[in-house]
């Protein structure tokens, strides 16, 4: 999973305080989840795979799909 969020921060050339104000903390922090020294909380996961248009499954490496599912209604 770490290296999920590193990839997928990579790849949108965003730095980490850029994705620490979408989630509400500091950029410590989330280097901290990053980096394995914290656990990240759902709430901030399923924000991070709303702000990547992805699913909590890709981030957390349950799948390799990128895409997100459909929003149910």
């Known amino acids: 999973m770490l290296e999920r969020l590193k990839e ?20 410590v ?17 399923v924000l991070l795979a709303n702000y990547y248009n992805t699913s909590v499954d890709y981030l957390i490496g349950i799948t390799n799909e990128r895409k997100s599912y459909p929003k149910q209604k």
């Not at 997928?8 to 950029?27: F, G, H, N, Y």
């Open 29 to 45: 922090q989330y280097s901290r989840y990053e980096t394995g020294l914290r656990l990240i909380p759902v709430d901030k996961l």
């Open 8 to 27: 997928i921060r990579d790849d949108r050339d965003l730095t980490q305080t850029e994705v620490a104000k979408v989630l509400k903390i500091s950029q």
